[in-house]
């Protein structure tokens, strides 16, 4: 049971352009949502976070939106550069249950090649 | 500049043999996270501890995975006996959680790439 999906494998984007990757959700009980940013042979870094009392996070290139009504989040990057080309992972928690402890449940990822 | 250890970073082995994984997690995390990357699934959870003490090991198959956390600057993972889908990318993150949220994101080490034969 997949509770959080991201349906595009991979996205291919020119520099300078807009970069949209989407996360859909299916745990009600998710409130806090994440992205995360993988290069090759390393771990995912933290990218960007949004709260589930919000609908937009800004963070210099990088925006996350939450439709919570649909249960989906999007990433934004704009512009885009080649040195965002990675795998883009989207993770959700259940913080207000008090009991998630931190934990995170990830999306399979989604491959982001921005051409120079 | 605290970062998530993990040895070994690759590891080759025959299919039957015993793996360990180890990860020192960053000073002064309490909580402490062991992912699998595949490409169909993304990154699964297989167990997490939270001082020491393991709170959701339920993503793991148990007939042959194990971890633990001897003190807490190690915790390790091992597969006994090793299978070829065993054969992934394993994560350890760690964390700071104070009264059941996280006050920080997660932490992810580099990785051990596993082969099985």
């Known amino acids: 049971d997949q509770q959080v999906k991201q349906n595009s494998p991979s996205l291919s984007v020119q520099e300078g352009r807009i970069s949209i990757l989407n996360c859909d959700y299916t745990n009600s009980m998710f409130d806090y949502f994440l992205w995360y940013k993988k290069y090759p042979a390393e771990g995912p870094t933290f990218l960007i976070s949004?709260?589930?009392?919000?609908d937009k996070n800004e963070d210099g290139r990088f925006t996350v939106f939450l439709n919570k009504s649909a249960k989906h989040l999007s990433l934004h990057i704009v512009p885009s550069q080649p040195g965002d080309s990675a795998v883009y992972f989207c993770a959700a928690s259940a913080i207000s249950s008090g009991t998630s402890y931190g934990k995170l449940t990830f999306g399979q990822g989604t491959i982001l090649t921005v051409h120079p | 500049d605290a970062r998530v250890t993990q040895t070994p970073r690759h590891k080759v082995t025959e299919m039957g043999q015993e793996v360990t994984m180890r990860c020192q997690p960053i000073l002064g995390h309490n909580t402490v996270f062991w992912y699998r990357q595949t490409m169909m699934q993304g990154l699964e959870l297989l167990a997490y501890?939270?001082?020491?003490?393991?709170?959701?090991d339920s993503g793991m198959p148990k007939d042959r995975f194990s971890a633990e956390m001897p003190d807490a600057t190690l915790a390790t993972l091992k597969i006994q006996p090793s299978e070829p889908r065993d054969s992934a990318v394993y994560f350890c993150a760690s964390g700071l959680v104070v009264g059941g949220s996280i006050t920080d994101t997660q932490y992810f080490g580099p990785g051990t790439r596993l082969t099985v034969l």
């Open positions: 949004i709260s589930s009392i919000k």
């Open positions: 501890f939270r001082n020491r003490a393991p709170l959701d």
